[in-house]
Structures are given as structure tokens and as C-alpha cells.
């Protein structure tokens, strides 16, 4: 077969990947592969660029994929509502630390306290909030955020998203069963 | 009615996607598409009324060969029952001569 040939028959393979990027990954790879032997199989009878071209618009050939795999489950898994829900859980746990910060220092003002007070409200997962005060007002304050817990945040993060996306693929399988 | 020709058709013999694609065009379907034959496969799959198994090719990568599974023979029935009862209702609606007019409304 020509490279040429070659090259066609991937790019379709590539762009019906890219459509069904949703699908778990072993499955993508089963069907590249079959879409892949099929088109060869064609391509050896009516040359590479009608087999191409009968596969039809290939958009729809992954729609047709992604119906045959998550049926009517709704809403399926999606990658880019995955990353979305995973930064408004952000958005709202730094609003909530913030307002956690806020609530902190009226709780120091309205106990009239001095001195250096330290409040982690993540543990080592999180920023450490110090506030300096004297005589009973706030003197300053100073957000810490070190490299290591940085790291270990954004893994609990990545765990909770695998997590959380293993289990909303796993509901397709399990109404199934 | 898709699933019910690939099931027939795959009751006869194990085949791979195009090779049931090509045997859809010999039995009459010469425009079928093979971006609706492979999800359609696909689909009968996760129902499990097909079964997949890859076989090495000597003219390329492995094929996926497709049989028949248990759940497979009892739909091929049952869609064959439903689809005779649909045969039979287009046909009696159609074994009746056609009128030149329609009838008038009948009743209020």
C-alpha cells in the first residue's frame, strides 16, 4: 500500500478518535484497531480513498459509536464537563477558604486577641493563614502556600476526579447489568 | 431492522465488519454505509448478543470476527416474529385495491 494510502486511511482513523475521546481508553483502542483493519480490508478492493469515503461523514460514524456505547444513559461522561465541575469545585473551595479567612479575623476582632494566630483549614493540603495582631487589632496578615503542599493538593485533586469519572463510567456497565 | 440483518447474517457465518458490509451489498443493500454497519455492531456487542474474537490476517492487522451468542439466537426470533407480524399487517393493508376517491368523513 502506498504512504500515501497509508496516511489517508489514518487521518480517518485519527479524526473518528478524536470524536470519541469520551470513551474509556481500551475501548477507543478496540476500535481504532478494527475501524483500522476494516478500512485496510476495504482499501486492498477500491483503493484507500473510496473506502474512505464509504465509511461516510465520519463525525457521525463516532456519534454512532458513542450511542452504541453509552446507549441512553444520561447525562454520559464527558471529558470537558468533567474539567468544568473540577474547576467550580475549585472556584468554590477558594470562595469558601476566603470567606473561612474573613470569618476568622472578625472572630480575632471580636475577642479583642493579640499576638500571632495561625488557621490551616485544609491541614497540609492547604494555605496556612497567619494574622498578626497587637493590642487587640490586626497588624497584618500573610497567606502560605509551599511547593510540596501545592503538589500534594493538586494530586488529591487528580484522585478525586479519576475517582469520581471511574465511577460515572462504571454506571453504563452496571445498568446494564 | 439493521440489527436483525446482521444478526441473520451472522447466524450463517462468523464475519468481520467489512466482510458483512460486503455481504449486506450481495444481498441487495448496495448503498449501505460502513459508518452505520460498525456502531450497529458495536451496539449488538454491548448487548451482548454478539460475541468478538480477533483473528490474525495475513494481509494486515488482526480482524475482529463476530458470532452469534446465546442472547443473540433468541433475538434473531424474536425479531423475526415481530418483523413477520409487521410483514403481515403492511401486506393485508395492501392486498386491499386502492380507491379512486377517499371516502367521506363519516359520523359528527
Same mark, same amino acid.
Given at each position: 500500500?502506498?504512504?500515501?494510502?497509508?496516511?489517508?486511511?489514518?487521518?480517518?482513523?485519527?479524526?473518528?478518535?478524536?470524536?470519541?475521546?469520551?470513551?474509556?481508553?481500551?475501548?477507543?483502542?478496540?476500535?481504532?484497531?478494527?475501524?483500522?483493519?476494516?478500512?485496510?480490508?476495504?482499501?486492498?478492493?477500491?483503493?484507500?480513498?473510496?473506502?474512505?469515503?464509504?465509511?461516510?461523514?465520519?463525525?457521525?460514524?463516532?456519534?454512532?459509536?458513542?450511542?452504541?456505547?453509552?446507549?441512553?444513559?444520561?447525562?454520559?461522561?464527558?471529558?470537558?464537563?468533567?474539567?468544568?465541575?473540577?474547576?467550580?469545585?475549585?472556584?468554590?473551595?477558594?470562595?469558601?477558604?476566603?470567606?473561612?479567612?474573613?470569618?476568622?479575623?472578625?472572630?480575632?476582632?471580636?475577642?479583642?486577641?493579640?499576638?500571632?494566630?495561625?488557621?490551616?483549614?485544609?491541614?497540609?493540603?492547604?494555605?496556612?493563614?497567619?494574622?498578626?495582631?497587637?493590642?487587640?487589632?490586626?497588624?497584618?496578615?500573610?497567606?502560605?502556600?509551599?511547593?510540596?503542599?501545592?503538589?500534594?493538593?493538586?494530586?488529591?485533586?487528580?484522585?478525586?476526579?479519576?475517582?469520581?469519572?471511574?465511577?460515572?463510567?462504571?454506571?453504563?456497565?452496571?445498568?446494564?447489568? | 431492522?439493521?440489527?436483525?440483518?446482521?444478526?441473520?447474517?451472522?447466524?450463517?457465518?462468523? +464475519?468481520?465488519?467489512?466482510?458483512?458490509?460486503? =455481504? %449486506?451489498?450481495? /444481498? @441487495?443493500?448496495?448503498?449501505?454505509?460502513? $459508518?452505520? *454497519?460498525?456502531?450497529?455492531?458495536?451496539?449488538?456487542?454491548?448487548?451482548?448478543?454478539?460475541?468478538?474474537?480477533?483473528?490474525?490476517?495475513? +494481509?494486515?492487522?488482526?480482524?475482529?470476527?463476530? =458470532? %452469534?451468542?446465546? /442472547? @443473540?439466537?433468541?433475538?434473531?426470533?424474536? $425479531?423475526? *416474529?415481530?418483523?413477520?407480524?409487521?410483514?403481515?399487517?403492511?401486506?393485508?393493508?395492501?392486498?386491499?385495491?386502492?380507491?379512486?376517491?377517499?371516502?367521506?368523513?363519516?359520523?359528527?
Amino acid at each position: 500500500m502506498r504512504l500515501l494510502d497509508r496516511c489517508r486511511i489514518e487521518r480517518a482513523v485519527w479524526v473518528v478518535d478524536t470524536w470519541i475521546g469520551d470513551l474509556p481508553r481500551r475501548r477507543r483502542r478496540e476500535i481504532r484497531e478494527e475501524l483500522r483493519a476494516n478500512m485496510l480490508a476495504s482499501a486492498e478492493e477500491v483503493g484507500a480513498r473510496e473506502a474512505v469515503r464509504r465509511l461516510g461523514p465520519l463525525q457521525r460514524l463516532a456519534v454512532g459509536y458513542l450511542d452504541a456505547e453509552f446507549g441512553d444513559v444520561s447525562p454520559r461522561p464527558n471529558w470537558v464537563r468533567g474539567v468544568t465541575w473540577a474547576l467550580a469545585v475549585e472556584i468554590v473551595l477558594l470562595a469558601a477558604i476566603f470567606a473561612g479567612m474573613n470569618g476568622y479575623t472578625s472572630a480575632l476582632d471580636a475577642a479583642r486577641a493579640s499576638g500571632t494566630y495561625d488557621w490551616s483549614p485544609l491541614g497540609p493540603l492547604g494555605p496556612q493563614y497567619t494574622e498578626t495582631r497587637s493590642l487587640g487589632q490586626f497588624d497584618g496578615f500573610a497567606i502560605e502556600f509551599d511547593f510540596v503542599s501545592l503538589l500534594a493538593s493538586i494530586g488529591v485533586l487528580l484522585l478525586v476526579f479519576v475517582v469520581a469519572g471511574r465511577t460515572w463510567r462504571a454506571v453504563p456497565a452496571l445498568r446494564r447489568q | 431492522v439493521l440489527s436483525l440483518l446482521l444478526l441473520r447474517l451472522l447466524a450463517d457465518a462468523e +464475519s468481520y465488519g467489512y466482510q458483512i458490509v460486503q =455481504r %449486506l451489498r450481495d /444481498a @441487495g443493500l448496495p448503498e449501505i454505509s460502513e $459508518g452505520t *454497519v460498525y456502531p450497529a455492531l458495536a451496539r449488538l456487542e454491548r448487548e451482548e448478543r454478539i460475541t468478538a474474537r480477533l483473528v490474525p490476517s495475513s +494481509s494486515g492487522p488482526a480482524r475482529k470476527y463476530y =458470532r %452469534l451468542s446465546p /442472547a @443473540g439466537y433468541l433475538a434473531l426470533g424474536d $425479531g423475526h *416474529v415481530a418483523w413477520q407480524g409487521l410483514v403481515d399487517v403492511v401486506d393485508g393493508l395492501f392486498a386491499l385495491p386502492v380507491p379512486a376517491e377517499p371516502a367521506p368523513p363519516t359520523g359528527g
